[in-house]
């Protein structure tokens, strides 16, 4: 730890403890949508009104309720029919996944690089959790694949206030240090701010406690389990976690040798959802 990933470090922690630190706010679409999914009294035409308002949002959805993900036969061209396709809250879910890219933004050239990869790392382990819940548990698929989607979220803002000490962004190994640290607690902040469920709260504070057992196979098993994939073969520090000691393989029923994202039951559609989230 040097000097000044220690100042660093230290400043952030007294933002969030004081709630000073800027946090990332969700995309408007994707707060509305998520209002009128989570009103009682709302409607699938009320959900239909706020979508076709963003033209972009509504093209994706119209191809995720096309595409082999959805297994269906009839074409969908319309909003109405891929949300009737998909139902309520599988579109919130969806939503909110598909608007996120817009978030990763940066004023560097450095921490628009990192958090480039951020998104790519946050698409490919969404994919898996995506193939995992739907294979080898009974969560919901798109919940999933949300939970994938945030589960580094607190890295974003680590990344816009190192903008404010350029010698840090030259030092990775410092950077990485401090985000290592604090982005599962300002996860957690993020995702509270957000009115996330407990749940999916839960996978950014826990998904790098390779110890994690709880009672019941939840979303974090399948977040740790799927991070865990990303990085096989690699050379970061989780690539070289012994599987073998990680309970969330065994909630899950995989053995820990295995690779899902080679598997035949898992590689297509690992692949298929990754590009949806990257279109």
């Not at 994919?127 to 798109?142: D, M, R, V």
């Not at 709880?214 to 690699?234: C, E, M, P, R, W």
């Not at 393989?249 to 989230?277: C, Y």
Request: proline share 5%; aromatic share 4%.
């Amino acid at each position: 730890m040097t000097d000044i990933s220690r100042q660093f470090y230290d400043e952030l922690l007294a933002d969030l403890e004081h709630n000073r630190l800027v946090l990332p706010t969700l995309p408007e679409v994707a707060l509305k949508v998520r209002e009128v999914v989570d009103d009682p009294d709302s409607s699938i035409g009320d959900l239909v009104k706020i979508i076709v308002s963003d033209p972009a949002l509504s093209a994706r959805l119209i191809q995720v309720a096309n595409s082999p993900l959805m297994r269906a036969g009839r074409k969908i061209e319309s909003v109405d029919a891929a949300v009737s396709r998909l139902g309520m809250r599988i579109v919130r879910d969806l939503a909110t996944s598909m608007v996120m890219q817009q978030m990763f933004q940066a004023t560097s050239d450095v921490t628009d690089q990192r958090l480039r990869q951020l998104w790519e790392h946050s698409t490919e382990v969404a994919a898996i959790c995506h193939a995992l819940a739907g294979q080898f548990t009974k969560l919901n698929p798109e919940q999933a694949l949300l939970a994938g989607l945030v589960h580094d979220i607190g890295a974003m803002p680590i990344l816009t206030k190192a903008e404010d000490f350029p010698e840090l962004l030259q030092d990775e190994k410092a950077l990485d240090w401090v985000i290592k640290e604090l982005h599962p607690r300002i996860g957690g902040a993020i995702l509270r701010s957000w009115n996330f469920p407990p749940d999916l709260v839960d996978v950014a504070e826990q998904h790098e406690n390779m110890g994690y057992n709880s009672a019941a196979t939840d979303f974090v098993d399948v977040v740790i389990v799927a991070n865990l994939q990303s990085y096989l073969g690699g050379d970061h520090p989780l690539a070289q976690q012994d599987l073998t000691r990680v309970p969330a393989f065994t909630k899950l029923g995989l053995s820990p040798d295995v690779n899902v994202i080679e598997m035949e039951e898992t590689a297509d559609a690992i692949r298929e959802t990754q590009q949806l989230l990257n279109i």
